[in-house]
């Protein structure tokens, strides 16, 4: 039934009070009105808001001298094993702190200082196909100090413990609790660093795709690979800028280059930088603190809709997307299409299993991280594969994955248009038969009745324009201005330490 009349509403959803907002409610370009609010008001209490989830964190400065190294570290090609990739390739702070890419152009770019549209694999690059080649999407560094459990999209980094508050940490001094690649599932990393951000910050440089290269230590493990980086950075003539730099981060003027030029303060360094990219200033937080003028009517009633479970007539969104960092930190089965080289699993090669990797657990195959909602607006395209342009489109697959599978596969080659440009092209040779499989994943899982499945919600569109004017309200305006931006990108003044800094051009 498409509900539209506020009878409908109020038949349909007994007992729900947002029934009378759609009667007397609304304008929808700020108004207010005493019922919405309260309903709205009261679901915040009920899920335990406050609209700050940087409250009793240690949030670095972003001009204290560790996230200033970072910044410097996180633009520099020379972590990359061909120096011809920096972290920034794939998470620039004016691309949503990723790189608006459906799937990233890691190591091999045509021209490695292009971010953004206009990035593609070189012809004659090793392993070029004509797509990209990173398998899966670059998630947002925004607000990453904001998360306490797992990082990556199979969360292969880890805390074991848990810790609110600690970004993972069980022991900042020895990493101990954190499980990372490095270590065999379920069992701490004692290399892993001091909490999940500097654990993380060890990994992008040993993935081929990303950093490293595929000639660069080839075949090499990751403790030799490390150990070679940091020979660039100790004994390289053209990396002796780093020395000073390092000595005065960490406070040491005296250091020999051994002493402070090791991958764990390199990794150290990113982590505080990434850490530092809190961005949480939004209208959402100011409402929730009571301003009932700081999001719109529509935005109210998308956000009851978000905060109403399914049974009560909502759609249910908070169960995954719970808490300030509207994530629950947990891995669900979507069914999101399969685009790209994958991870070279099922039988096409190119499907990609998601944390059934790491876990082995048969309800985790296609099961994938529940991503953080914060300047959503601005962090797409979305979905571990990056295959929904748009926001619309991914909640729309949240709210029907079969009827949106179906239609993804029959509109495949206009789909995948909106993702390309010219000469960046998406692998899709089994798309159809790797999201299939995903697909019929979710099914088990719902017959199996997993614990918070994704389940289907009939929503009209008005629904869905509410529940995209809420998510709206989740951006920090300081994330679209590049002058409030500018902090976290190195200007001319900053030091070039090896020459090698990534000169970004965006689109």
Not at 193 to 220: C, H, K, V, Y
Request: proline content about 8%.
């Amino acid at each position: 039934m498409n509900v539209q009349s506020g009878l409908c509403r109020y038949w349909r959803w007994p007992g729900l009070a947002i029934a009378l907002c759609l009667v007397a409610g609304c304008d929808d370009e700020g108004g207010t009105g005493t019922t919405l609010d309260g309903d709205v008001r009261a679901r915040i209490a009920q899920a335990g808001l406050t609209g700050d989830p940087s409250t009793g964190r240690d949030i670095p400065d972003i001009n204290d001298p560790l996230p200033q190294l970072g910044k410097l570290l996180f633009f520099t090609k020379g972590l990359g094993g061909d120096e011809d990739s920096a972290c920034v390739s794939c998470h620039h702070p004016e691309l949503g702190a990723g790189d608006a890419l459906a799937l990233p152009i890691g190591v091999g770019a045509e021209d490695p200082d292009r971010l953004g549209p206009g990035r593609v694999h070189a012809a004659t690059a090793p392993h070029w196909d004509g797509g990209p080649t990173v398998p899966r999407n670059a998630p947002t560094t925004f607000n990453v100090v904001c998360l306490d459990e797992v990082q990556f999209h199979d969360g292969r980094v880890e805390s074991l413990d848990k810790i609110a508050g600690a970004n993972g940490a069980f022991d900042p001094a020895t990493g101990e609790g954190i499980r990372t690649p490095d270590s065999p599932f379920g069992e701490p990393d004692p290399d892993a660093g001091g909490n999940l951000i500097w654990a993380q910050a060890r990994f992008p440089i040993t993935s081929p795709e990303e950093m490293r290269g595929f000639d660069f230590a080839a075949g090499e493990d990751n403790d030799t690979l490390r150990a070679r980086l940091e020979a660039r950075f100790r004994t390289d003539p053209d990396y002796s800028g780093w020395l000073p730099l390092f000595r005065e981060a960490y406070g040491d003027p005296d250091a020999t280059a051994a002493e402070v030029l090791t991958e764990q303060h390199i990794a150290q360094a990113l982590g505080a930088y990434q850490r530092s990219q809190a961005f949480i200033d939004n209208p959402w937080k100011a409402y929730v603190e009571g301003d009932d003028h700081a999001i719109s009517t529509a935005a109210k009633r998308g956000a009851l809709l978000f905060l109403t479970p399914i049974t009560e007539g909502g759609a249910g969104c908070v169960r995954c997307h719970e808490g300030d960092t509207f994530t629950d930190e947990g891995f669900h089965v979507l069914a999101v299409p399969q685009i790209g080289r994958g991870k070279g699993d099922g039988p096409t090669g190119d499907g990609d299993l998601g944390r059934f990797r790491e876990s082995s657990e048969p309800q985790d195959r296609y099961a994938f991280r529940t991503p953080m909602l914060l300047n959503v607006a601005v962090t797409g395209p979305y979905g571990h594969s990056g295959a929904y342009a748009s926001l619309k489109g991914m909640v729309r697959h949240h709210l029907d994955a079969e009827a949106a599978v179906e239609d993804y596969l029959l509109h495949l080659d206009e789909r995948l248009a909106v993702l390309e440009y010219n000469g960046y092209t998406i692998q899709a040779n089994h798309t159809p038969a790797n999201t299939q499989a995903a697909l019929a994943q979710l099914r088990a899982n719902r017959e199996a009745g997993v614990d918070d499945v994704l389940r289907n919600v009939p929503m009209s569109d008005r629904e869905v324009q509410d529940i995209l004017a809420f998510l709206r309200t989740l951006t920090d305006p300081r994330v679209e201005d590049p002058q409030a931006l500018a902090p976290w990108i190195p200007s001319a003044e900053d030091p070039n330490p090896d020459g090698l800094r990534l000169e970004a051009r965006l689109p």
